[in-house]
């Protein structure tokens, strides 16, 4: 089968490498979700839709409701500031990183309150940057990115069968505060190691150990170029390709499919489409050496629930279609 896909856009990798300087401006009260569903004083439902293999869901900051995309691999949350042109930062002396080098300038914001109707995320740093290429690209309005340090207070449901993330708030040793069971059966686990804001699971390929690192916001499966021979006699290619990184530089890359990725004896992908690049820049921006990057991919044909307090990643059950 051949990639139906002649050119990939990428959006990971925005705000890793972003170190504020300068005493950030309260600006934001509050951050709403209009289509969540509360199922507990703490706990949180919210639909989702695919648009290309992102995951999107629909939010509301400074009366402006829209589109922001779930990203993992972003650490903090992003504002899209060709929306929020009457809510400027003050500008940070460091630029950040994508998957081909440093991207742009950015301006930090200080969110004072994120609320969720009955809950709330305090104190979160937003950065403002401009997201028009994603939109473009996409054809869609963008209001911004949600990354880690508005999620890692949370035990994150992301099923792909329902098509919605469902948000439980945890205490400091990632036990639910909502005493809710899930209805549906957990069928594994695995543990991963938090870097900074990166998951990364291990796994082997051909008897050799890889580190790949789990992101929402990658559109699909990456490997490093420096992997061992032993790991590319499992990557089949099937074409030549042009990915555009964040900074909107295009390269030409291998496209394929990474066979016999096995994390433990029953989470196991026999393939996975996936493109053979080099993550140097990619590296620098998550803060970590990784081996490849796990995205769409790897987790369209799977429930998962991610619990950062934990440092664990569980599987659930899908259901069987008559």
């Not at 420096?226 to 990184?245: A, N, P, Y």
């Not at 909107?248 to 992908?269: C, H, M, P, T, W």
């Amino acid at each position: 089968m051949r990639l139906n896909f002649k050119l990939i856009s990428l959006f990971l990798l925005w705000s890793s490498c972003l170190f504020a300087t300068d005493d950030p401006i309260v600006e934001v009260q509050h951050m709403h979700f209009p289509k969540a569903e509360y199922i507990g004083e703490n706990t949180v439902r919210i639909p989702f839709k695919l648009i290309g293999h992102l995951m999107v869901i629909e939010a509301e900051v400074y009366n402006k409701k829209g589109n922001f995309i779930v990203d993992t691999g972003s650490e903090n949350l992003l504002l899209n500031k060709v929306h929020f042109t009457k809510h400027r930062g003050r500008a940070a002396r460091s630029g950040y990183a994508g998957v081909n080098g440093e991207v742009d300038q950015v301006r930090i914001r200080w969110l004072k309150k994120i609320l969720l109707n009955d809950f709330s995320i305090e104190n979160i740093k937003a950065n403002s940057v401009n997201l028009s290429h994603i939109e473009k690209s996409k054809k869609m309005q963008l209001y911004g990115i949600i990354g880690y340090k508005v999620l890692k207070d949370y035990e994150v449901f992301i099923d792909f069968y329902l098509k919605q993330i469902t948000l439980s708030k945890v205490d400091k040793k990632g036990n639910k505060i909502d005493q809710l069971p899930y209805l549906e059966k957990i069928t594994d686990s695995l543990n991963f190691i938090l870097k900074r804001h990166t998951i990364i699971l291990k796994s082997y390929v051909n008897g050799s150990k890889l580190n790949f690192g789990l992101d929402t916001g990658a559109e699909i499966n990456m490997l490093h170029t420096g992997v061992s021979k032993k790991v590319l006699e499992k990557f089949t290619v099937d074409k030549r390709i042009l990915m555009v990184g964040a900074d909107q530089r295009k390269i030409e890359v291998l496209a394929g499919k990474l066979n016999d990725v096995r994390f433990s004896g029953r989470i196991y992908n026999k393939s996975m489409r996936t493109i053979l690049t080099n993550l140097r820049d990619a590296n620098v921006a998550y803060g970590t050496r990784l081996d490849g990057i796990l995205g769409y991919e790897f987790m369209v044909k799977r429930r998962i629930i991610l619990n950062y307090k934990r440092k664990r990643l569980y599987f659930v059950e899908i259901p069987i279609e008559n």
